[in-house]
């Protein structure tokens, strides 16, 4: 029975790795195709011109099953299991239809001319296209503004969207924000965009608000844990003098512990020292030590 378990388990295991090889090798799209860029770029030389043509007013447009069949040998009138290298089993269910890609939420409200950016080569903005394995998801805003600033481009949010102010906030900041905007300003650089001077902006609330961890138990269980996992994060608002100022003057809570002296490493200072010994040196010494374990053999265990 055990035998039997172990070939299932190394069969799945096969299943899975071809499975994600096969997914890596040609990304599926919520479109109905399955296309990589990578392999027709690199592999069949293929360029942008090739698939997409420019309309009248000067805009790309999507590959259409025309283009396809300049390069592949395509029987519209019957369709055979070929026509699953390119289009998903969703898509032959319903006649190989290919449904129009919309726009990323983050492109929802753009305003974008390929005409205007006609003399910019398309890999300026389509960066790395040639490593896609799917349809491309466009060039993000970073790239778009490090160009308008280098080639006196326009910097206002209305020349390129739609919604978008900055007096205006976006959804994401209603509801519970304020709560989550520190966690949610880790993942994402876009807060610069409009918040230009983003460390003075934190400042102004951060430097006369405390956090809402900083509650009463904070000074007596909490903080050093912290400080001890992240001190570049006690450091936005508190510098080194700070925490010496109140330890110089007022022991740790552990101090007070009835074995905190106690020579057995696991029940007092001697762990604490061992776990982080620069925390000690915040307040002590390394030859302070010395003064009681010089002469004292310490049993090994």
Known sequence: ??????????????????????????????????????????????????????????????????????????????PSEECLVCHTPQSAEKDYEIEKPEKPGRYADLIFSHEVHADFKCAECHQAIEKEKGL?????????????????????????HEE???????????????????????????CSYCHTNRQAFCEKCHRTQKPKDHIFSWKTTG????????????????????????????????HYRGDWMSYQRENGHGEAAHRNFRSCNVCHETGECMKCHKGIVLRKK
Not at 54 to 71: F, H, K, P
Not at 144 to 150: A, F, T, V, Y
Not at 168 to 187: M, R, T, V
Not at 236 to 253: E, L, M, S, T
Request: hydrophobic share 30%.
């Open 223 to 254: 903080h050093g844990v912290e400080a001890t996992h992240d001190r570049r994060l006690c450091a936005n608002c508190h510098d080194a003098g700070y925490c010496i100022d109140c330890h110089k003057r007022q022991k740790p809570v552990s």
């Open 164 to 190: 978008i102010r900055l007096e205006k906030e976006p959804e994401s900041h209603h509801k519970d924000w304020e709560a989550q905007h520190g966690f949610a300003s880790k993942l994402d650089t876009s």
């Open 1 to 78: 029975m055990c035998k039997q378990k172990q070939k299932l388990f190394w069969a799945g295991l096969v299943v899975m790795v071809l499975g994600a090889f096969l997914l890596g090798a040609c990304k599926d799209s919520s479109v109905g195709l399955k296309f990589s860029h990578r392999f027709h770029i690199e592999e069949q030389e293929a360029t942008c011109d090739d698939c997409h043509k420019t309309d009248d007013d000067g805009n790309r447009l999507a590959a259409t099953m025309e283009q396809c069949q300049e390069c592949h040998d395509i029987n519209t009138d019957e």
């Open 136 to 160: 491309s998801n466009g060039p993000k805003m970073p790239l778009c503004l490090k160009c308008h600033k280098e080639q006196d481009g326009p910097l206002d949010c209305e020349s390129c």
